[in-house]
């Protein structure tokens, strides 16, 4: 890794001049991918706050002649949708940065430390985040009662910082088995101990990567459904996924209020993944030991 | 930076703290308010619905009952209940009365494994085998095998259902056919549609929806004794006769006429839905639970019902249950609350806003669409016309019907169609012991 | 500041030592590994035993486990609807893993060395956002999204296709078993496309870019200094994102459950969601238990597989 000025502070006009054609082509047809990719959230937009009389006369794809949060209300009150709003926000936020947290340690062990019989022992921590979920639904079950978490959102935070930081592990050993020996050397020739040089060297230079990381479980965990709903189950415990499964009935389901709702269960994870985009693109720090 | 990680400590203390704290404060949800102030009841059926409607007023009912007793409702998920319910009712979370679904694979199965409370004293104190007919009750009561049809109590249905033709009346008129009453009629009133370029059955072959087209045509031909053994497994069943073999060919022969849409092999049924209410079909046979949602979306043109033409059997049956789970805290209430959902003040609010009373009784409605729902209803039940559903006798048989009726319309063998749902069919009783 | 200029390769030969030194290092860093390996055995290794014992029984999941033997493994042997899902599951391998993995690292690379360096770096961050929003929508509302595009009478894809007079085009694409499977995949994709491009961007914040430059003062073409110089460095990332897409891809039923319910027929049926139904709907536990047990000695195999790989390739 580099120490290097970023980019960005190059001389504008040495970046003009590399604008060939070649490089509208690019930034043409990227455009175009995205847009594409948009098409879906655009359909959602048009329905989620559209008038359902204009959704049964029109169908989906017309445009709303009017504005419509009346489905919304109804669906946020019945299901206390804010609570869920903050039990996801509560559950994903512990479980991206516990995760992280075991990320670390384990990553610091099987990739700087060199572990032996790591890729054993990281194939074994793999399995959690690999294991098909349907499978583990009643043994957890059964030992969450035995602990008395079942309806808590304990067991769901617990469970799901196992799941990530399987992967966290992964990713971040796997960046760390390439870590640059001569910062850790520097490090342990000023006398740095195992866990200064964690927190101190290895840590902030691997800021990309767990910003990744932090973002990645954030998201995911909040999107998850399967496992809440098998063990979230008064109301006061729901999150944002399975409160909006309510809107699924057994013969009819809502697609309006289901796009509406969705919106709004979709904004914190927009809003973190905005915040933490940063992170992904600033540069990567040099020489961090203080 | 030393800065950095003692920020991710902190947040690392913070969520540590908030998720100890979550333990905390959610925990089971039993046991906080002295058990016997406090009545849970859940249920899945939407906010709109006829059923919330009437569900709500039994609430209010139940609390001018009881004033020193607080009501705590919690709207579940259909999904969430089909997939935990033992799960859930295996621990201590359980409320007082819950809506669940009638059935073997459901309310029997937790029935045969001592999950629910059984409701046959309640039954008789109360009324409740009175109220109900005994082909309404056939869903109530299930033995100690888990089967339907005799033995104890366990749930009781305040409502009821049954497949009904939608008809759209401005397409009707304005292509000049009349509501067909036999077979033959239908016929015509199709072949009408189809010169014209309209497909006259709305469908929906990734949902429920086409299965009970085939059903429906199965049961013309059909005797009770053959539903019964169909449903509550007393004899063999041949999906090789005469009423199941007519079936897929007239299904077959349907899709190729165009009657019913090739291209709605992959359609949910909401999307079927949506494309009644928005004129592109002018008929949809589908259950009555449609009926709410149609008086309130459809603003454009006027509809009524019809019963499926040329039939005496047809599906139908009682409708969801509420249970008591064995594990509930205050069950004398339950029952109460039971009772006042069978009250005429809720059983008319049912029938004003869409669904069929179980007491099927049309005293003070007003909208002439939910009469003539009720009245078909009372037809069916009368002579003994109710047959439940296709996808009833074993758990797998909703994904095996669905699948090899897709297949069916995508130009699939009948004859393997019917084999495969006769192994499938085999396999489960002949595990049933 | 130091500066500097060797590669990964050059920098690691000297610390890798297979030897002795490895051994004596281990010791001291066990306790990192405590806390995670406690967790562990009680989320995912007793869970998995009891999972594997259950495929040996039949349960409906409620109730007493009945002793079954073998006979699930038998039935999974003689069962077509469970080896089209395999098959079908190669296809969405291609269509989770190595679509993405390939088309997510031209995007990434795209955008970092020409969008970032030539326009701006807040418009390849707003096109990264753009591509990674997929990732953030729930599959139920994605999937619903999904069936109002691809109706076949009034959906937006063939209506849109009617009006500009490519009508002939307009086809079911759900609903045709010719055209499931790959409409499936392609939704797939759209999913999946933004988490290897995140990856791989920030992959890319890693690299060295002198080596870049240097190539390129020698000549070599965006393509070349991609594979020969900027792939190299990475690589770490891209084994992991092609394990991670490959077993998602394993696991993967919501797709499946919210858009076609492994229809029309058979069609798009997968493992795991042939395993969620026989837990969840069929009620018979044991053979779900049966599946997710082939489907996690399938995705053992491979990850032992991969991470050989991997390891081999960085040493």
Same mark, same amino acid.
């Given at each position: 890794m580099s120490a290097q000025p970023?980019?960005?502070?190059?001389?504008r006009h040495r970046l003009a001049r590399n604008r060939g054609p070649a490089a509208w082509l690019t930034l043409t047809a990227i455009v175009i991918v995205a847009v594409v990719i948009l098409i879906p959230f655009a359909l959602i937009a048009l329905n989620a706050f559209k008038p359902p009389a204009e959704y049964s006369a029109h169908g989906p794809l017309s445009f709303p002649d009017g504005f419509s949060t009346g489905g919304i209300q109804t669906f946020w009150d019945t299901t206390d949708f804010g609570r869920a709003l903050w039990n996801s926000i509560m559950i994903s936020g512990s479980v991206c940065v516990l995760a992280v947290l075991l990320s670390i340690l384990n990553a610091y062990a099987l990739g700087i430390g060199r572990v032996k019989g790591r890729t054993w022992i990281l194939g074994a921590f793999l399995i959690a985040n690999f294991l098909p979920q349907e499978g583990l639904v009643y043994p957890l079950y059964d030992l969450a009662k035995q602990f008395g978490l079942y309806d808590t959102q304990l067991s769901v935070i617990i469970i799901f910082t196992v799941i990530q930081a399987a992967f966290g592990t992964y990713l971040l050993s796997s960046v760390l088995s390439s870590f640059p020996t001569e910062l850790l050397e520097a490090a342990r020739m000023d006398g740095a101990g195992r866990g200064r040089i964690l927190w101190r060297v290895v840590v902030p230079v691997s800021r990309p990567t767990i910003g990744v990381l932090l973002v990645f479980f954030f998201i995911w965990t909040w999107n998850e459904f399967f496992l809440p709903l098998v063990f979230l189950i008064s109301n006061q415990n729901q999150t944002v996924p399975v409160a909006l499964g309510t809107l699924q009935g057994q013969h009819i389901m809502n697609p309006l209020t289901t796009s509406g709702a969705a919106l709004l269960g979709v904004f914190p994870t927009i809003i973190f993944f905005l915040i933490f985009q940063r992170t992904l693109t600033r540069g990567v720090t040099v020489g961090a030991i203080r | 930076m030393p800065r950095k990680s003692a920020g991710l400590l902190i947040a690392a203390l913070v969520a540590l703290a908030g998720g100890l704290a979550a333990c905390g404060s959610s925990g089971g949800s039993g046991g906080t308010a002295s058990s016997s102030n406090v009545l849970k009841v859940w249920w899945y059926e939407g906010p709109g619905s006829a059923y919330q409607v009437a569900w709500d007023q039994a609430i209010t009912d139940f609390k001018k009952q009881h004033p020193g007793v607080t009501v705590q409702f919690s709207l579940k998920s259909f999904n969430q209940m089909q997939q935990n319910a033992s799960m859930i009712l295996n621990s201590s979370d359980v409320p007082d009365v819950m809506e669940y679904n009638k059935g073997d694979a459901t309310t029997g199965l937790l029935s045969k494994q001592g999950l629910l409370t059984d409701l046959t004293p309640e039954a008789a104190k109360y009324g409740w085998d009175k109220l109900l007919s005994p082909n309404l009750q056939v869903t109530a009561r299930y033995n100690t095998k888990g089967v339907m049809g005799s033995g104890d109590w366990y749930g009781v249905s305040d409502y009821a259902e049954y497949l009904t033709v939608y008809y759209n009346k401005s397409l009707f008129a304005k292509y000049g056919v009349q509501v067909p009453t036999t077979t033959a009629q239908l016929t015509e009133v199709m072949a009408k549609f189809a010169k014209a370029g309209v497909t006259p059955f709305a469908n929906a072959g990734n949902d429920y929806m086409a299965m009970q087209y085939l059903y429906e045509m199965e049961l013309s031909q059909s005797t009770p004794q053959n539903v019964q053994n169909y449903e509550r497994y007393t004899g063999s069943v041949n999906f090789h006769d005469a009423a199941w073999t007519n079936a897929v060919n007239t299904f077959q022969d349907w899709v190729k006429k165009g009657?019913?849409?090739?291209?709605?092999?992959?359609?949910?049924a909401t999307q079927a839905g949506n494309d009644f209410e928005t004129g592109k079909n002018p008929m949809l046979m589908s259950g009555s639970w449609w009926a709410g949602t149609f008086e309130s979306e459809i603003k454009n043109f006027g509809w009524g019902t019809f019963l499926?033409?040329?039939?005496t059997l047809n599906a139908g049956s009682g409708g969801n249950l509420f249970v008591v789970p064995k594990n509930a805290a205050n069950k004398q209430l339950a029952y109460e609350f039971i009772n006042d959902t069978l009250q005429p003040d809720v059983q008319k609010l049912l029938a004003n806003n869409g669904a069929v009373p179980v007491t099927a009784s049309i005293t003070g409605v007003t909208n002439p669409l939910n009469v003539q729902l009720i009245q078909n209803f009372q037809t069916l039940a009368n002579d003994n016309g109710l047959a439940y559903y296709p996808d009833w006798p074993t758990p797998s048989f909703y994904n095996t019907l669905l699948a090899q009726t897709q297949d069916l319309m995508n130009g699939a063998n009948a004859s393997g169609v019917l084999s495969t749902l006769q192994t499938d069919y085999d396999q489960y009783v002949s595990s049933l012991g | 500041m130091q500066r500097r200029k060797s590669g990964p390769r050059v920098r690691n $030969? &000297? $610390?890798? &030592?297979? &030897?002795s030194g490895a051994g004596a290092r281990t010791a001291p860093y066990l306790p990192y590994l405590l806390p995670a390996t406690v967790l562990f055995t009680v989320v995912i290794a007793i869970p998995l035993v009891m999972n594997v014992y259950t495929s040996f029984t039949n349960w409906t999941g409620v109730g007493p486990r009945q002793w079954a033997g073998l006979a699930n493994y038998r039935q999974l042997i003689h069962d077509s609807e469970f080896w089209a899902s395999m098959w079908h599951s190669l296809a969405l391998v291609a269509a989770m893993a190595v679509i993405p993995t390939v088309v997510g690292l031209l995007v990434a690379a795209a955008l970092f060395d020409v969008i970032a360096k030539r326009f701006s770096p807040r418009v390849a961050s707003v096109l990264r956002a753009c591509i990674y929003l997929p990732q953030v929508l729930p599959i139920i509302v994605a999937a619903i999204v999904w069936g109002w595009i691809l109706d076949p009478q009034y959906g937006a894809l063939n209506v849109a296709l009617r009006d500009i007079g /490519?009508?002939? /085009?307009?086809?079911d694409l759900l609903g045709d078993p010719n055209t499931a499977l790959l409409t499936v995949m392609a939704v797939l994709v759209w999913f999946q496309l933004g988490y290897p491009v995140v990856i791989f961007m920030a992959a890319l914040q890693r690299t060295d870019p002198a080596l870049g430059e240097a190539a390129e003062i020698d000549g070599a073409s965006w393509r070349q200094r991609l594979w020969r110089v900027t792939v190299p460095q990475i690589r770490p990332e891209i084994y992991v994102v092609l394990l991670t897409c490959t077993v998602a891809s394993l696991r993967a039923f919501g797709w499946i459950y919210a858009l076609t319910s492994g229809g029309p027929g058979v069609a798009t049926q997968v493992p795991s969601y042939y395993s969620y139904q026989s837990f969840f709907t069929n009620l018979d536990v044991g053979y779900g238990s049966a599946i997710a047990t082939v489907m996690t000695l399938i995705i053992l195999a491979v990850s032992v597989v991969f991470l050989w790989l991997q390891r081999r390739h960085a040493g």
């Open positions: 970023a980019d960005h502070r190059l001389p | 009657y019913i849409a090739k291209d709605s092999v992959g359609l949910t499926w033409p040329g039939n | $030969t &000297g $610390t890798r &030592g297979a &030897g /490519l009508g002939f /085009l307009a086809h």
